[in-house]
């Protein structure tokens, strides 16, 4: 317990965080009247947000320990706790997790429907298990919330996702449970190899033979790389984004798809430091293959939800480029920039939905001219342009800097290379404005013919929170950069004190196994 702080407020804050959405969630179950499932949902999520508040307001920044730890025995006869505590770098997820929830349900208000009361409950749920995701510090702890987010995230793009959700919604559950059943394998042979226990602080101190570690690493890289999602296993994504509701794409964009960066950093780097080492020129490849790819597929989208998606692989590809860079600046980075890519692009699909509640149609050539038809849509749109394709004084600016120069340090081929990628970014994200608001007005929008109004109260106050961190972020970040510069530090010592067998060793444990 020398790595833990535990927790100091007169209530178990990190507890109340995770399951506050799941008696809403019950509570919902006896409601029938639309209208208050709304406001009670909309209820739940503004209070699990404050109650999560103080995780950042009493967090110690200096130090490296798990805090607000909560451990309780659970299945003692199997080593398994009730353990749950947040570091510099989940309790910044934390935080991302229950903003969002907000945002989903508000922008949700008027677009669902149909079984509005099942569409809330999952919601919440989702809320529950991703939160529950980044507090968790006992495996089977972990799992649990992991496997939970499949069943409400598979129903969100099943039930109330378009015309192909069927199809997405499966090829979404089949990826990410492929890839977590070869986690589970790896966790049972971590249990066994780290003396019988499945606290992940514990095993994070054991050092495994290198061929353990080889085998590890790549059943744990199955399960993140899936999740983030690195090139070449990303075809789920642009499916699951484009099929999903609003509030789906925000989940999935805005911290479902962090997940798999967070795994790696969670175990593979502290557990698996001697693999980390020998597969960081592979993993160094497959981001910066992930990042250019993403954004050349970008140029060639007919859909705004499908671009946005396949941009999502190009960003994620800087994160995974950050982490692997294994610098403080990368990996500073890299965390940044997952919670600038949940930021921006959250935003950015809540602005494709907003957009669609009244054209219904998602196909950039029956948009022209926008930009006088939505004025103060189009202005916001643009700065999210600019914060996507990170402008100074916007996040994106911040968190790509760091990476490049995180990059450049570690091997400059591949901060050249990634450097490309922001270029491609900068073509695709204006050549997208330039059809959507600009080029000649489209016929069928304005007065006389479809509809359009610019956007309400309700939306700005959806959209207002995402604005104010781009310029947060992007002036100050050291607002967020100080919570996890003693983690990384740490991480980062570990590795480099742990991982002692060097490539020629791995390189010959490696001829051996094959």
């Given at each position: 317990m020398e790595n833990v702080i535990l927790n100091q407020l007169n209530y178990p804050v990190l507890s109340y965080t995770v399951?506050?959405?799941?008696?809403?969630?019950?509570?919902?179950?006896?409601?029938?009247?639309?209208?208050?499932?709304?406001?009670?949902?909309?209820?739940?999520?503004?209070?699990?947000?404050?109650?999560?508040?103080?995780?950042?307001?009493?967090?110690?920044?200096?130090?490296?320990?798990?805090?607000?730890?909560?451990?309780?025995?659970?299945?003692?006869?199997?080593?398994?706790n009730y353990f749950i505590g947040v570091d510099g770098i989940s309790v910044l997820f934390v935080f991302l997790t229950t903003l969002l929830s907000i945002l989903c349900v508000l922008v949700s208000w008027k677009a669902i429907e149909n079984k509005a009361?099942?569409?809330?409950?999952?919601?919440?749920?989702?809320?529950?298990?991703?939160?529950?995701?980044?507090?968790?510090?006992?495996?089977?702890?972990?799992?649990?919330?992991?496997?939970?987010?499949?069943?409400?995230?598979?129903?969100?793009?099943?039930?109330?996702?378009?015309?192909?959700r069927v199809y997405a919604a499966i090829k979404f559950f089949l990826y990410t449970l492929v890839g977590?059943?070869?986690?589970?394998?790896?966790?049972?042979?971590?249990?066994?190899?780290?003396?019988?226990?499945?606290?992940?602080?514990?095993?994070?101190?054991?050092h495994y033979p290198v061929k353990l570690q080889f085998w590890l690493f790549l059943a744990f890289f199955a399960a993140f790389a899936v999740k983030v999602p690195m090139?070449?296993?990303?075809?789920?994504?642009?499916?699951?984004?484009?099929?999903?509701?609003?509030?789906?794409?925000?989940?999935?964009?805005?911290?479902?798809?962090?997940?798999g960066a967070y795994g790696f950093l969670r175990f593979s780097m502290p557990m698996f430091p001697d693999a980390v080492r020998f597969f960081m020129t592979p993993?160094?490849?497959?981001?910066?293959?992930?990042?250019?790819?993403?954004?050349?597929?970008?140029?060639?989208?007919?859909?705004?939800k499908r671009l946005i998606a396949y941009s999502s692989v190009s960003h994620m590809g800087y994160v995974t480029l950050g982490i692997f860079a294994l610098?403080?600046?990368?990996?500073?980075?890299?965390?940044?920039?997952?919670?600038?890519?949940?930021?921006?692009?959250?935003?950015?699909?809540?602005?494709?939905?907003?957009?669609?509640?009244?054209?219904?149609?998602?196909?950039?050539?029956?948009?022209?001219?926008?930009?006088?038809?939505?004025?103060?849509?189009?202005?916001?749109?643009?700065?999210?342009?600019?914060?996507?394709?990170?402008?100074?004084?916007?996040?994106?600016?911040?968190?790509?800097?760091?990476?490049?120069?995180?990059?450049?340090?570690?091997?400059?081929?591949?901060?050249?290379?990634?450097?490309?990628?922001?270029?491609?970014?900068?073509?695709y994200m204006l050549w997208l404005y330039q059809r959507v608001f600009f080029e000649t007005p489209n016929p069928n929008w304005g007065p006389g013919h479809h509809p359009l109004w610019d956007l309400d109260l309700r939306e700005v106050i959806t959209l207002a929170p995402l604005f104010a961190l781009i310029f947060v972020i992007g002036f100050y970040p050291e607002v967020f950069l100080s919570y996890m510069h003693p983690t990384v530090e740490n991480l980062l010592k570990h590795i480099n004190t742990h991982a002692f067998a060097g490539e020629g060793l791995i390189a010959k444990h490696l001829m051996e196994i094959f």
């Open positions: 399951f506050l959405p799941v008696l809403g969630a019950l509570l919902l179950l006896f409601m029938r009247n639309t209208a208050m499932i709304r406001w009670t949902t909309l209820l739940v999520t503004m209070a699990t947000f404050v109650i999560s508040l103080p995780l950042l307001t009493n967090f110690d920044k200096t130090t490296y320990k798990m805090q607000f730890v909560e451990r309780h025995q659970w299945i003692p006869s199997w080593s398994i009361k099942e569409f809330h409950i999952a919601i919440l749920i989702v809320e529950a298990a991703m939160t529950g995701v980044f507090v968790s510090l006992d495996f089977f702890l972990f799992y649990i919330f992991w496997e939970a987010m499949l069943i409400p995230m598979f129903l969100l793009i099943g039930v109330w996702g378009g015309p192909n977590s059943v070869l986690m589970l394998v790896g966790i049972i042979v971590l249990y066994f190899a780290g003396g019988n226990t499945l606290d992940i602080l514990t095993l994070g101190t054991v090139f070449p296993v990303h075809t789920w994504l642009p499916d699951a984004h484009t099929e999903a509701p609003t509030a789906g794409s925000v989940i999935l964009a805005g911290v479902l798809i962090k997940m993993m160094l490849i497959l981001s910066v293959t992930g990042i250019v790819y993403g954004a050349l597929v970008c140029l060639a989208q007919k859909d705004l610098n403080s600046q990368g990996m500073e980075g890299g965390i940044l920039q997952m919670l600038n890519h949940g930021i921006i692009t959250g935003a950015l699909f809540l602005m494709i939905g907003i957009i669609y509640e009244r054209t219904h149609t998602r196909v950039i050539a029956d948009y022209g001219g926008f930009a006088t038809l939505v004025p103060w849509y189009a202005g916001l749109f643009i700065i999210l342009t600019f914060a996507s394709i990170g402008l100074p004084g916007t996040n994106g600016f911040i968190g790509e800097f760091l990476i490049l120069f995180g990059a450049f340090k570690a091997q400059k081929l591949f901060g050249v290379l990634a450097a490309t990628g922001v270029i491609l970014g900068a073509g």
